[in-house]
């Protein structure tokens, strides 16, 4: 009689850890492309499967929480201007927020320009924290960390 109660608290347990642990609907790729002598642009590239959505950067307070991405400081590199988007921006009136939301379907690409202070071989590194929603929730936020080899 015992095993069987330990046995069902530990099937217990399993259900309840594997429910748990939330999967993310984001495949995340990251690519460096060299533009200029010391100088490149790096591609951090989010795709989602319809029906989820990302936030954009500039997403008002109030509401879901935008994308942010965190680079690690680096002495061998400098960033050049803020992180840019492509993608098909959408901007709609969202009733549960009570803000105009800002977010993009299927595909996003962040675009940051970077400078090397010396030809050596180095990367950028940092986290995007992101959140993604459907129609019916939206999953807790993520940290996403990456490592984008440079030269």
């Not at 492309?33 to 936030?55: F, G, M, Q, R």
């Not at 549960?96 to 950028?124: C, H, M, P, W």
Request: net charge positive; aromatic share 10%; charged share 20%.
């Amino acid at each position: 009689m015992m095993n069987k109660i330990v046995g069902l608290a530990f099937l217990l347990f399993i259900g309840i850890s594997s429910f748990a642990q939330i999967k993310t609907p984001v495949s995340w790729t990251y690519s460096a492309t060299k533009k200029a002598d010391k100088v490149y642009e790096i591609t951090i590239t989010a795709s989602l499967p319809t029906p989820w959505h990302i936030y954009s950067q500039t997403t008002p307070k109030g509401g879901p929480v935008p994308t942010t991405i965190n680079f690690k400081a680096n002495p061998l590199l400098s960033l050049e201007g803020n992180t840019k988007e492509a993608g098909a921006l959408k901007t709609e009136h969202d009733e549960n927020f009570g803000v105009d939301v800002k977010y993009y379907a299927d595909k996003v690409e962040f675009v940051q320009t970077v400078r090397l202070k010396n030809n050596i071989k180095t990367s950028v590194s940092g986290t995007v924290e992101y959140m993604v929603c459907n129609d019916s929730k939206c999953l807790p936020p993520v940290k996403q960390p990456f490592d984008i080899k440079l030269q």
